[in-house]
């Protein structure tokens, strides 16, 4: 149902997001073996955040002077680039010392290219799809990312382990070039230009402002964002350890549970994706309500059997607000807006993550970690509340 042009994008995104997990495997594992330091192999998430915050800071001013799919396939290209020199250099030091702080220079500006590259896929995929088929697209495309996310992670290991670094980060750099080439047949896509008056930095900034429906939606991303960060492993694996008694390896079972829901949740919205499609502030209200009352339950819960049911409970309620919230910006921020708009978002988005992660784990060292799902769940709660405003606006 969904024209050959979005199918090239989608099967050549799919393919960078695979090479995507591999690579950033490859790297903590090489990064951690050269240095036998965790610091050092912390760097490497901290690195993606801070240059995805910087690039998406700066891509307004790309968007303004090159089309969209131009934007994606030169930032692809230029990543196909810097994976093979990251692979050339771990095949020729044998990960050793001395090239770990070439890698992380790579490591940066390779998710400086993301920053643009993100924005760029989303604000396409409105362009090539009508605008009834446009939830069917997102979650098509949310399905696969999910897909790809639980696929890499559980093989990225196993292929460090069998290959090596090196031959994996080859291996990516072959499949990058594969998803650049697939880009190549979305062919030119038009859309609306951005007037000469209106450009700069901050013209996302400035769109959002304009806009009622973009300010509740980002505002609902911010909060969701807060609490989205009591599921990293420095909050998580306390929880496991401490609350259910359970050792670290429970801590992948949940972490599985909720990527096999999220899985199963885009599934659901690919099928009902036609009745769905009429009324989404409702459905951005009943997903962000019960991922709050799943978050609260999950924290609640003394039982790992029960941790379980929740971890998975929580994929399809967070896929099925998650869905109709990028549908939902895609459609009121306009073409010309979109690609700004996104950066912006993206940029505040990495901006969340960072400060999140520090005031959540704060508040699971001083409270304990069951407080923090309950004041993630708190978080969540408001975020509903703004996803009422949503619908009557």
């Keep these: 149902m969904l024209n050959k042009r979005f199918c090239f994008l989608w ?35 901290v690195l993606f955040v801070a240059a995805q915050a910087v690039s998406g800071f700066l891509a307004p001013l790309v968007f303004q002077r090159m089309p969209l799919l131009a934007v994606l396939i030169m930032s692809q290209g230029a990543k196909t680039l810097l994976l093979f020199l990251a692979a050339w250099l771990v095949a020729g030091s044998g990960a050793h010392a001395q090239a770990v702080l070439s890698v992380l220079v790579l490591v940066f500006a390779i998710a400086f ?23 069917r697209a997102n979650g098509l495309l949310a399905v696969t990312d999910q897909s790809v996310q639980f696929a890499g992670w559980a093989a990225g290991g196993l292929l460090v382990a069998w290959l090596g670094h090196a031959d994996v980060l080859w291996g990516t750099s072959a499949a990058y070039l594969l998803a650049t080439v697939a880009l190549i047949f979305v062919h030119p ?3 609306t230009e951005r007037r000469e008056d209106d450009k700069g930095l901050l013209v996302g900034w400035r769109a959002i402002g304009r806009n009622r429906r973009l300010r509740l939606l980002v505002a609902i991303d911010v909060l969701e964002g807060w ?82 049911v929740f971890s998975f409970a929580l994929g399809p309620v967070f896929q099925l607000q998650a869905i109709a919230k990028q549908t939902l910006l895609q ?50 709660g408001i975020a509903a509340l703004l996803a009422l405003r949503l619908r009557r606006v």
């Excluded at 290219?113 to 939830?135: C, F, H, I």
């Excluded at 990293?232 to 259910?244: D, G, K, N, R, S």
């Excluded at 997903?287 to 978050?295: D, E, F, N, Q, W």
């Excluded at 940029?347 to 969340?352: E, F």
Aim: glycine letters at 10%; hydrophobic letters at 60%; proline letters at 4%.
């Design 11 to 45: 099967m050549g995104q799919s393919l960078a997001n695979l090479g995507d997990v591999f690579y950033v495997v490859a790297v903590i594992s090489a990064v951690y073996a050269a240095t036998d330091s965790a610091v050092f192999t912390a760097m490497v998430p």
């Design 331 to 380: 459609q009121a921020a306009g073409e010309a807006d979109l690609p700004v708009v996104l950066s912006a978002k993206g940029t505040m988005d990495a901006l969340v993550f960072g400060c999140s992660v520090l005031a959540m784990g704060a508040a699971a060292e001083w409270l304990g970690p069951r407080w923090a799902y309950f004041l993630a769940a708190a978080l969540t």
């Design 189 to 191: 896509v038009s859309g």
């Design 113 to 135: 290219l993301d920053g643009w590259a993100a924005p760029a896929r989303n604000a396409l995929v409105p362009r090539l799809v009508e605008r009834e088929r446009l939830l």
């Design 227 to 308: 609490a989205g960060a009591v599921w990293v492993a420095a909050i998580m694996l306390p929880f496991v350890t401490h609350v259910l008694k359970k050792g670290e390896a429970w801590w992948g079972y949940l972490n599985a549970a909720y990527m096999l829901g999220s899985i199963a949740g885009g599934a659901v919205m690919l099928a009902l994706a036609s009745r769905l499609q009429d009324n989404l502030p409702r459905w951005v209200t009943v997903g962000t309500s019960a991922s709050g009352l799943v978050t609260l339950l999950f924290g609640a819960s003394g039982s790992p059997v029960a941790a379980l």
